[in-house]
């Protein structure tokens, strides 16, 4: 059986002075008065809050894990001990097939609507940024967001329809109890021109479809009912262990989510305020981790600070650098933090938190810290120590059979929903009370093909009717200059082509001829005449020659020769058309080179095949 002892001591470090090594840590009730840590990316802050969230969980103590790397959140289920395996939720929104449900604005009473709608708006406008947020859409929204929180099962993705769908809105507004939300809807939205709905509305809505658009987020703001119920798991002492990597969620999604799950963990904090002090002092802290909190650090999140400690919410964050910080969040942290860490730090934050640790240490210690090394100010029994120097303790090490498997399977199977459920769901919703739009009589859309009774007759036609003219109307002359000569080249364009006579036989080379003939294997050609005349014997014997000769001039390839021998090859026709021989051309070799070439004849028989068609 748990029992809260608040003396217990969380072990995070080990003192350096004077070469002695002696871990210390903080007990239970000085956590509630929070910690801050403070340093440079890779000096040691991840290993000391993971030592710690260890320790807690092998202590049965209720913990929230925010992890915007995600790095840290996997390492962690490698310490779960089965007897705490049915005890976590693993929140990994990336999950797409087994998306977990998580709606902020479920169940919220009367009094909590306020806090949840400034802590959406808070964490839109650390999103966004105030100078893209305008006062009007901020109102606008608001009130949008105070009307979805008196409906039952409420939702972000309410929030464009409620703007756009009146059937919808009329719905929303009917159930609205609070006169002053009720009365902007009635007697102010409805009067809006239409030019200022549409520089407002618009706004709104491409901001929010940032996320709604998103099937991710979509999966899971879009249902009305919570996988887990965040009261319950504080009161028995659950795990939450969140997931939210920036490379596989985005910045701005992981930011939004992250930024609801921390309102939602202060409202439920808030909700203990309806127990006496005795039954309040019964029930166990619940400690909150949110690394790189600067992501998540609204305006809102300075009244956590301020009002958590009252319902034994103890909040553990870390980040980089001071400049990170709102004005009003770095007032709140330096104003209501009980115990602050520093490693190696940057010179500005230096020079500011040197007010802090002086004249202990100045801002030249403060950034020549090594790696795993810490000046702290230590909440002891409810008093700030003097600064002093410290190293971290060295990572616990995992058990020997890690159940991470496990935890993600049963976190899996008993908080997540199919995506096919889900997103049927989300569609049904959508479906429900939406205004059908008026039909448009000028514009009627035509019966599908299947299921026309009567269709138009099919016009066949050639190629020419492409170029037809629409027909001209009776007694209308065309111009002569123009209408003339292009009806008389379309009476040219549409006569046929006039066809040359298709040749008896088809042109073949004299060896294809002379296969084709061996292969008609002892075939006697059928007479067709007398014969030739010895003057058509004679014209088509020279003819050929000609031919044949012509094809003999042809140059032929030759390899490449040096670049003195080309000089030279082009050289010798210059010398020879001007009549003068170079020397050495009385050589045999250029005497056979002058020798014109033998003409070739056609044997007889072959011509005389010919002229009588044989095949």
Known sequence: MYLYDKNRITYFAETDRRNKRVPFGIKAEDRTRHMYIIGKTGMGKSTCIENMVVQDIKNGEGIAFIDPHGKSAALLLDYIPPERLKDVVYFAPFDTDNPISFNVMEDVGPDKRHLIANGLMSAFKKIWGPETFSSRMEYIMMNALLALLEYPESTLLGVSRMLTDKAYRKKIVDNVKDPSVKAYWVDEFAKYSENYAKEAVPGIQNKLGQFTSNPLIRNIIGQPKSSFDLRKMMDERKILIVNLSKGQLGEGNAALLGGMIITKIYLAAMSRADLTEGELKRLPNFYMYVDEFQSFANESFADILSEARKYKLALTIAHQYIKQMDE??????????????????????????????????????????????????????????????????????????????????????LYGHTRAEVEKSITEWYGTGMEAPAPEPARERPAPRAESTQRAPVVQRDSSAMFERPARKENSKPPEKFEKPFAQAFKDFQKPAPQEPKPKEERMSLSTLTQSRHSQKGAIPPVRSKGPSKESLGGLKAALAGILDSEIEKPTATPKAPPVAQEQSSLRPRVFAQGVKPAGSESADSRREEQPPKPREVPEDVLTAILRGDD
Request: proline content about 7%.
């Open 328 to 413: 009003k969040v770095a007032d709140a942290v330096f104003g209501n933090v009980g115990t602050q860490i520093m490693f190696r730090v940057g010179a500005p934050d230096a020079e500011v938190l040197e007010k802090e640790y002086a004249p202990v240490f100045t801002a030249e210690d403060m950034v020549s810290l090594g790696k795993y090394q810490m000046y702290l100010k230590l909440m002891i029994d409810g008093v700030a120590s003097h600064p002093f120097s410290s190293v971290t303790l060295g990572p616990i090490a995992p058990p020997k059979k890690s159940l991470r498997e496990e935890v993600i399977k049963f976190s899996r199977e």
